[in-house]
């Protein structure tokens, strides 16, 4: 059964600062990757995907996470954030394009000015 | 473009009433997901249509809880008997067939009293 794990429930972070959302995930087959956000009273909206080719992989707003199948983790990745940063990040797992989704818990990005 | 619609955003009800939640997907789009968030979770899968074909409903939590989606377009969820353990978010997402991501509505907040 495929799981994810999302090893931090908040992360507070200097604004400008760079920051890494941790996420590792189990699964018996190969999977597509995903990290979705939800800002403050909005629905999810997708930051990137990983589904074959380059393991590295850029999202909207600056973001990037890289996909390192031996040690099963899939890290969300942004140089510098802003205050418009500040929003619950779910790092999500499926096993074919069009499969139910496994989520994470979720790590809150907390910016600090 | 319009986006995942669901109606009602909020919905109170008191335990034993049966509530129903509707989602409108992107036009066209084929796949239809519905997932259950509590508070401080991630989302978790709950059924899955293709066209009007449900073809995964093993998230659902018990035989209170019944999906449909008939014409293939506008889906319903309905929870029968209502209880307090039923209070969370219900989300619903729609994607083109095989395209890998899943476009989320802003979901309804069910509250159990």
């Known amino acids: 059964a495929q799981s994810v794990t999302q090893l931090d429930s908040q992360v507070p972070v200097f604004e400008e600062a760079p920051v890494e959302l941790r996420c590792n995930y189990s699964?018996?087959?190969?999977?597509?990757l995903f990290w979705y956000v939800q800002y403050p009273n909005q629905g999810l909206q997708l930051l990137l995907k990983?589904?074959?080719?380059?393991?590295l992989v850029k999202g909207i707003n600056g973001f990037e996470a890289e996909f390192n199948k031996s040690q099963t983790s899939f890290h969300l990745r942004k140089p510098s954030v802003h205050i418009s940063d500040t929003a619950e990040y779910f790092c999500?797992?499926?096993?074919?394009?069009?499969?139910?989704?496994?989520f994470g818990k979720g790590t809150r990005l907390h910016i600090l000015p | 473009g319009a986006g995942v619609s669901q109606s009602p955003r909020y919905k109170v009800a008191k335990r034993g009433q049966d509530v129903a939640l509707r989602c409108d997907p992107i036009?066209?789009?084929?796949?239809l997901f519905w997932y259950q968030q509590a508070l401080g979770q991630g989302p978790e899968f709950l059924t899955y249509?293709?066209?009007?074909?449900?073809?995964?409903k093993s998230g659902l939590p018990s035989d209170r809880f019944f999906a449909e989606r008939p014409e293939g377009s506008v889906s319903t969820l309905k929870i029968q008997r209502t209880q307090q353990e039923d209070s969370a978010v219900y989300l619903c997402?729609?994607?083109?067939?095989?395209?890998?991501?899943?476009?989320f509505g802003p979901g309804t907040r069910l509250t159990v009293t």
């Open positions: 997402a729609s994607s083109l067939d095989r395209s890998g991501e899943q476009y």
């Open positions: 699964s018996s087959v190969s999977v597509y």
């Open positions: 990983y589904l074959s080719g380059s393991t």
């Open positions: 999500a797992v499926s096993e074919g394009r069009d499969d139910k989704i496994i």
């Open positions: 036009s066209g789009h084929v796949s």
């Open positions: 249509f293709q066209n009007e074909a449900q073809l995964d």
